[in-house]
């Protein structure tokens, strides 16, 4: 909020004479970038220019660039530089707090773009992973966004669109999927693509390389827009998610599934069912379950299966969430069950912490089917013999002890539980064992 105390002129002094302004004013200068002041007295467009400026000043340079293996720049910059550039970027967004404080963001100041350019600044800040973001300057920038929101939501969806279209789109034009058509429809019959190595260099993705900031705003940009707008927004959004998906970096895949999981809470079971894109999506996540140790370091391994297996639960809600279709709901879970769960015990070797997650989706996959995943107790007799699965077979069973023990206690769910073990001889067995016991 303004300082109500300070006049005019001392608000204007003190941005303009802060350590913060002369550091960005000198890194302008160096890049060739234009001086901004606001002169002695500034109306909202000189503000909305000068914060535009500072926001270009800091976005993230080429200090943080990651290098393609097909570049013919492999050096990548000192930790005196990156931890220069971070530095910078700190005191940029501090700029731009003391801005807000006394000219609070407004998101109609000034020039659409300007605006959207200081949008998919503070975006990029949003992710504490990126080597970019300090603390400081993660928790600055949600301050700003938050602000900015609660100012101005209607145009604020406007500039949404706006950042998809000019800063998102752009970056991802030479990443094409053969799997789309122009309107972000699944393609009918999709010619091949041969592989070029042209493909992975810096010149044709920049949003991996120079620019990989953007990932990060455009899911940011998800997170925040509603289901009209991911409607209007489809051929925008679509292209990029498959493209990180397909990726051939672990980092890519994850971020891409952390981009669908925030699609999908926002997207109407008839959009995907229109436009086909409920099976593009399952037939690019179903192959990230058998992402294991030795082919995948394990660390990378626990983090894409972790929003993996999210995603896909998601995934099967959003396609089929109506009672009606619990049938078919069922059938994908079924598929994520055996393709990844028991599959994956069977590769994970002696990788503990992949097993453990596997138990722990196991549980997940329980409470999400309830008493229709007892029929995976009856999975191949004689694989279920093996250590890895007995683990699984000892979790499951467990499971089917507290179902039992809720049937008693509600009647409805009892009574459902009783028809499946009527028509289920298997599940008499199994029943029968745990009562004996």
Same mark, same amino acid.
């Given at each position: 909020?303004?300082?109500?105390?300070?006049?005019?002129?001392?608000?204007?002094?003190?941005?303009?004479?802060?350590?913060?302004?002369?550091?960005?004013?000198?890194?302008?200068? #160096?890049?060739?970038?234009?001086?901004?002041?606001?002169?002695?007295?500034?109306?909202? =467009?000189?503000?909305?220019?000068?914060?535009?400026?500072?926001?270009?000043?800091?976005?993230?340079?080429? #200090?943080?660039?990651?290098?393609?293996?097909?570049?013919?720049?492999?050096?990548?910059?000192?930790?005196?530089?990156?931890?220069?550039?971070?530095?910078?970027? =700190?005191?940029?967004?501090?700029?731009?707090?003391?801005?807000?404080?006394?000219?609070?963001?407004?998101?109609?100041?000034?020039?659409?773009?300007?605006?959207?350019?200081?949008?998919?600044?503070?975006?990029?800040?949003?992710?504490?992973?990126?080597?970019?973001?300090?603390?400081?300057?993660?928790?600055?920038?949600?301050?700003?966004?938050?602000?900015?929101?609660?100012?101005?939501?209607?145009?604020?969806?406007?500039?949404?669109?706006?950042?998809?279209?000019?800063?998102?789109? !752009?970056?991802?034009?030479?990443?094409?999927?053969?799997?789309?058509?122009?309107?972000?429809?699944?393609?009918?019959?999709?010619?091949?693509?041969?592989?070029?190595?042209?493909?992975?260099?810096?010149?044709?993705? !920049?949003?991996?390389?120079?620019?990989?900031?953007?990932?990060?705003?455009?899911?940011?940009?998800?997170?925040?827009?509603?289901?009209?707008?991911?409607?209007?927004?489809?051929?925008?959004?679509?292209?990029?998610?498959?493209?990180?998906?397909?990726? #051939?970096?672990?980092?890519?895949?994850?971020?891409?599934?952390?981009?669908?999981?925030?699609?999908?809470?926002?997207?109407?079971?008839?959009?995907?069912?229109?436009?086909?894109?409920?099976?593009?999506?399952?037939?690019?996540?179903?192959?990230?379950?058998?992402?294991?140790?030795?082919?995948? !370091?394990?660390?990378?391994?626990?983090?894409?299966?972790?929003?993996?297996?999210?995603?896909?639960?998601?995934?099967?809600?959003?396609?089929?969430?109506?009672?009606?279709?619990?049938?078919?709901?069922?059938?994908?879970?079924?598929?994520?069950?055996?393709?990844?769960?028991?599959?994956?015990?069977?590769?994970?070797?002696?990788?503990?912490?992949? =097993?453990?997650?596997?138990?722990?989706?196991?549980?997940?996959?329980?409470?999400?089917?309830?008493?229709?995943?007892?029929?995976?107790?009856?999975?191949?007799?004689?694989?279920?013999?093996?250590?890895?699965?007995?683990?699984?077979?000892?979790?499951?069973?467990?499971?089917?002890?507290?179902?039992?023990?809720?049937?008693?206690?509600?009647?409805?769910?009892?009574?459902?539980?009783?028809?499946?073990?009527? #028509?289920?001889?298997?599940?008499?067995?199994?029943?029968?064992?745990?009562?004996?016991?």
């Amino acid at each position: 909020m303004p300082d109500e105390s300070l006049p005019r002129d001392h608000l204007i002094a003190r941005i303009t004479q802060s350590p913060e302004y002369e550091t960005l004013a000198a890194e302008a200068h #160096a890049r060739g970038l234009a001086d901004v002041s606001l002169g002695n007295s500034p109306d909202r =467009a000189t503000v909305a220019r000068l914060r535009s400026w500072a926001a270009e000043t800091i976005l993230p340079t080429d #200090a943080f660039a990651q290098k393609s293996p097909y570049s013919e720049e492999r050096t990548r910059a000192s930790s005196v530089d990156v931890e220069r550039a971070r530095s910078l970027k =700190a005191a940029g967004l501090r700029l731009l707090v003391r801005l807000h404080e006394g000219f609070p963001f407004v998101a109609e100041d000034g020039d659409e773009e300007e605006e959207a350019l200081t949008i998919t600044c503070l975006a990029s800040f949003t992710d504490e992973r990126d080597a970019w973001v300090t603390r400081g300057a993660y928790e600055d920038a949600r301050v700003l966004l938050s602000q900015s929101i609660k100012n101005s939501s209607r145009l604020y969806q406007t500039l949404m669109t706006r950042i998809l279209q000019h800063h998102v789109k !752009p970056l991802f034009a030479k990443s094409k999927t053969p799997l789309l058509t122009a309107q972000g429809r699944k393609a009918i019959n999709p010619l091949p693509v041969a592989f070029e190595t042209i493909d992975v260099d810096a010149v044709n993705k !920049p949003w991996k390389y120079r620019s990989s900031h953007i990932v990060t705003v455009f899911k940011w940009v998800l997170e925040q827009i509603d289901a009209p707008l991911v409607e209007s927004n489809w051929p925008l959004i679509i292209p990029p998610i498959l493209t990180l998906l397909d990726d #051939a970096s672990v980092e890519c895949k994850i971020r891409g599934c952390e981009s669908l999981l925030s699609l999908l809470k926002k997207t109407h079971s008839s959009l995907l069912e229109r436009t086909g894109l409920g099976e593009v999506f399952r037939n690019a996540l179903l192959p990230l379950l058998l992402y294991l140790p030795t082919l995948t !370091p394990e660390e990378e391994s626990l983090s894409l299966l972790e929003v993996v297996y999210t995603t896909l639960i998601e995934l099967a809600r959003a396609r089929h969430p109506a009672d009606g279709q619990r049938h078919l709901r069922l059938k994908t879970l079924d598929q994520v069950f055996r393709y990844g769960i028991l599959q994956g015990y069977s590769h994970a070797g002696e990788h503990v912490k992949i =097993a453990e997650l596997l138990v722990q989706k196991t549980t997940s996959m329980v409470h999400e089917m309830g008493i229709h995943f007892v029929k995976h107790l009856t999975v191949d007799e004689e694989k279920g013999r093996s250590r890895e699965l007995e683990t699984v077979r000892q979790r499951i069973e467990e499971t089917v002890s507290l179902l039992v023990a809720i049937a008693k206690k509600d009647a409805s769910f009892g009574d459902e539980m009783q028809a499946m073990v009527d #028509a289920d001889p298997r599940l008499q067995r199994l029943l029968t064992r745990k009562e004996s016991s």
